[in-house]
């Protein structure tokens, strides 16, 4: 499953080697380096974003392999005497041997991030296989895991400090020509996805100005100004002079995205900007068949508001005792929160007063952490945090996160700069676990092949060597400046308005379509008839957060999303 870029370097090498092939394909030349070099000295070879498992018949082995920064899925369960593995977890569910069984743990994490983690599924006894690692089974059942790439080799190098950011922002864009050129390589027309984002303008710029292709650039916006990412996209393609299609998406649409959710994603999935993602690729598929992504500039450059902010965070805090810090948590955990929250609401009416609680009790979890690991870990709470949600299913918050990349050993292990830490987190964990899930299922699903050019492993390995000041560092102005170095090199194409504008996620109006066009969706999955039926949660939980949202306007819409989305999951793909 994928592709392996550049396969025609790998093929004219084994040719000149004597190697005959009987066709040009890149699958052929994939089984003939592993022939030669065997599979972990090929797949550090390859260039490209795949899954794929190869039998060996003399030494009786099954390798399944996994690209390294998780671009493609690979899922799989071991039985007594059985192997089931597939690109997607329904296709283990159309086996009768699967299992169906919920596995607490993952949805522990998915209530918590809005996603599993890691070789955690949803399902207990499936696995998934984690990004540049070797799963090889040999025909006795025997097991090995290895790992072929690691972001772990690759640190802040002191070598490039005194390089001048004109030099090294020259060094990326040889590495981003050369990424982009590859996957520019199609027997059919490729477009490209214009967000007006930095990275998307990035992969405009490059292809148009620097590789001279004229490729369709498409984008997708909301009837709500808020959310609308067009006029940003607009101003992007008037100024490189490319060709750009623009598709609005009205309510109808969005909900009809709604009922489609859970067919796309075959695993609850508590992003909501994968009902977007699943648009954009619907209509980038009535286009083309092949389409550029820009994911993952972010986790690689420092594009993320919150790696500063969270980093001054822990710098106040660390000149604090951890003893006292926790005394305090604990004293004004005391507190009725909700009367508190209720007294600062009362001069902003009282629909904040969820929120308030919210924002409350996440300073207080904040305030009583005891390390930077642990700070770090509540940066990835996105509907419960951890405690709730190892309260709710009476499991232990360590059993959420311990032996994944989340863990104290992996979070501190590779970087001793709080900002690089949270980097290398996100680049770990929600990287391969959120952003690329969402965009390989949206597109699978409609037979769209995405490409994400940012995410060649040679970019990464650039970006992860770099000193920080170099992607978190004075800009023009002189004050603080994200993604530094892609910034510096996106001002040969585009002014400073464009560049500098804020940061908009990709995001829907999901407040008010939970409480309009949703809702009766909501009740019907949501009712305590149907959460006993299913069976994972007390009908008391549910019945809490939907209280808080429906009573009061200003209610945690992301919660209701995460338990309406696990219901229809396991209607679609559990129930029998």
């Known amino acids: 499953n994928g592709e392996v870029y550049n396969y025609r370097e790998l093929y004219s090498e084994r040719e000149a080697a004597g190697a005959r092939f009987r066709t040009t394909s890149d699958t052929e030349v994939v089984v003939n380096a592993i022939r030669i070099w065997g599979v972990a000295e090929a797949v550090r070879r390859f260039i490209g974003m795949f899954a794929f498992v190869v039998w060996d018949r003399n030494s009786r082995e099954l390798s399944l392999v996994r690209d390294r920064v998780g671009i493609k899925p690979l899922f799989y369960w071991i039985g007594t005497d059985q192997l089931l593995f597939g690109s997607e977890i329904r296709a283990l569910l159309a086996h009768p041997a699967s299992p169906r069984s919920i596995d607490r743990v993952g949805i522990g994490q998915y209530l918590t991030t809005g996603y599993t983690l890691g070789e955690t599924t949803a399902l207990s006894g499936v696995k998934q296989l984690l990004p540049g690692h070797i799963l090889s089974i040999g025909a006795d059942g025997s097991t090995r895991t290895s790992c072929y790439w690691s972001l772990s080799d690759y640190g802040r190098t002191q070598g490039a400090q005194s390089l001048p950011l004109d030099e090294l922002a020259e060094e990326l864009h040889q590495l981003v020509k050369s990424a982009f050129a590859y996957r520019l390589v199609s027997d059919v027309p490729v477009a490209s996805f214009l967000s007006g984002g930095i990275d998307s303008s990035l992969v405009a710029a490059v292809v148009s100005k620097s590789l001279g292709r004229d490729i369709t650039n498409i984008s997708i916006g909301f009837g709500e100004e808020a959310f609308d990412e067009v006029p940003k996209a607009r101003v992007v393609a008037k100024a490189l002079d490319l060709p750009h299609e623009v598709r609005y998406v009205d309510p109808s649409t969005a909900e009809s995205g709604l009922q489609q959710f859970v067919e796309v994603y075959d695993q609850p999935f508590g992003d909501t900007s994968g009902i977007p993602t699943a648009l954009l690729c619907q209509v980038a598929s009535e286009r083309v068949k092949v389409a550029l992504s820009a994911d993952g500039g972010d986790e690689q450059f420092c594009g993320y508001e919150s790696y500063a902010r969270y980093s001054r965070v822990w ?108 980097m290398r987190a996100d680049f770990r964990a929600f990287l391969p676990d959120d952003i690329l899930t969402k965009m390989d299922r949206a597109s699978m699903h409609v037979s769209l092949e995405t490409r994400d050019p940012m995410l060649d492993h040679r970019i990464a390995e650039f970006a992860f060597q770099l000193p920080l000041h170099q992607i978190y560092g004075p800009g023009p102005s002189g004050n603080p400046e994200h993604k530094r170095i892609v910034k510096h090199l996106l001002r040969r194409w585009l002014p400073d308005s464009v560049v500098n504008a804020p940061k908009r996620g990709f995001s829907i109006p999901l407040y008010s379509w939970m409480r309009g066009i949703w809702k009766p969706v909501v009740m019907d999955y949501l009712s305590d008839e149907t959460v006993r039926r299913v069976g994972i949660l007390e009908p008391e939980v549910v019945r809490k957060e939907l209280s808080a949202f429906y009573d009061h306007p200003g209610g945690r819409a992301e919660r209701i999303w995460m338990l309406l989305n696990l219901h229809m999951w396991w209607d679609r793909w559990i129930k029998r």
Not at 342 to 368: F, V
Not at 394 to 400: A, F, K, N, T, V
């Open 315 to 422: 710098e106040k805090l660390r000149r604090l005792p951890v003893g006292l810090r926790r005394i305090a948590a604990k004293s004004l955990g005391i507190l009725p929160l909700d009367f508190v929250a209720g007294l600062g609401a009362r001069t902003r009416e009282n629909s904040l007063r969820p929120q308030l609680r919210a924002r409350l009790q996440k300073a207080l979890d904040i305030l009583g952490v005891t390390s930077e690991a642990e700070l770090i870990r509540t940066t990835f709470e996105k509907g419960w945090s951890w405690s709730e949600s190892s309260a709710i299913l009476d499991l232990s918050p360590e059993s959420l996160f311990g032996g994944t990349v989340l863990a104290d050993e992996v979070v501190l292990g590779d970087d001793d700069v709080f900002v690089g830490r949270m």
